[in-house]
Nanobody
Framework: HVQLVESGGGLVPAWTSLRLSCAAS????????VDWFRQAPGKEREFVAA????????VYADAVKGRFTISRDNAKNRVYLQTNSLNPEDTAVYSC??????????????????WGQGTQVTVSS
């Protein structure tokens, strides 16, 4: 198992922004489409966003459309999630995941071969 590593989370007030980063150790991340998903305490995993291997297509959950932007820099082997206009409902552990045979754009939160432990995003009321 190759664990992806997320960073960039923190405790922030509402209406601010964070840029989350996803990197891989021992994996060429540019070979894969990558998802961001999140999980709040006591809740199920929730799809957030996805991006193709080349970055030419993106998909977002309705809850974050217009506020979050997923992007990638394959030269740096990184995937990012820019989170704007954060509100307390966005509080969760944010993780990235990838799998070589996952269908793209179906907002699934399963079938990952690789994923990280996540970075905590806490948005105050």
């Amino acid at each position: 198992h190759v664990q992806l590593v997320e960073s960039g989370g923190g405790l922030v007030p509402a209406w601010t922004s964070l840029r989350l980063s996803c990197a891989a150790s021992g994996l060429t991340l540019s070979r894969y489409a990558v998802d961001w998903f999140r999980q709040a305490p006591g809740k199920e995993r929730e799809f957030v966003a996805a991006i193709t291997w080349s970055g030419d297509r993106t998909v977002y959950a309705d809850a974050v459309k217009g506020r979050f932007t997923i992007s990638r820099d394959n030269a740096k082997n990184r995937v990012y999630l820019q989170t704007n206009s954060l509100n307390p409902e966005d509080t969760a552990v944010y993780s990235c995941g990838a799998g070589p045979r996952r269908p793209f754009g179906e907002r699934l939160v399963s079938g990952y071969d690789y994923w990280g432990q996540g970075t905590q995003v806490t948005v105050s009321s």
